[in-house]
């Protein structure tokens, strides 16, 4: 049994086609790469795992079970989870109230979790808190508010979050986009220790090529909607669709 998997999913938008029978499977604990030119169709890839679009046609699989037609909060429970392009954090609630409110989501507490959060009912989410957040080295910034935070470390708050939710699979969409370059090698060595020590299968789109290359165990390559290479490093790098369609073609 595969661990996710996409069999012929198109999705069309009116007379846009924008993922054209598009099938492959993701192996469980690795970590996989989805690059490709702007319009490739990453981010909807991305949008029809987690039933924020629905397939036009085909079918997507996890563990063994069919989710294509699932709402998003039916997935999330079954353990995807998610971060976006555009950063989706709490400005302006401090980085520990931000991944509480993720901690206590998963718990299934109350809406009014925000008047009770002392009482003993709540107790060990407290240490969860911290916990993830000391997983993606916030710990010095645990009482500041998110909006004054570097972009870096907001993206780190928004993978905080994303974990909150004890995700078997990860989604990263563009997760080093608009980063400096220290900021950007931070956030590849979190995501390889994320995967290293906790074992989450994590899937992920950028366009950052050196950051891809030194990450990801397998690279799946989309061009207008469609798959042209799937494979290592190696063999992104020696084929000539990729060149043509990501790279450039040579002259």
Sequence with gaps: MSFLELNHVTKSFGNLRAVNDVTFEIEQGKITAIIGPNG????????????WHRVTSGQILYKGENITQLPTYKILKRGIGRSFQIINIFKNLTVFENVRMGVLARANKSMNFLRSVNNRSFSGLKEKTIH???????????????????????????????????PVLLLLDEPTAGMSVDESQYTTNLIKEISKKSGITILFTEHDLDMVF??????????????????????????????????????
Excluded: P, W
């Design 132 to 166: 993830l957040i000391q997983t993606v080295g916030l710990q010095q910034e645990m009482n500041t508010i998110a909006t004054t935070l570097s972009h870096g470390d907001q993206k780190a708050l928004e993978i905080a979050i994303a974990l909150s939710a004890e």
């Design 214 to 251: 030194f990450t990801a165990d397998r690279i799946i390559v989309m061009a207008q909607g469609e798959v042209i290479c799937d494979g290592d490093e190696r063999c992104i790098r020696g084929d000539q669709k990729v060149r043509e369609a990501y790279l450039g073609s040579e002259h």
């Design 40 to 51: 490739a169709g990453k981010t909807t890839i991305f949008n029809l795992i987690t039933g």
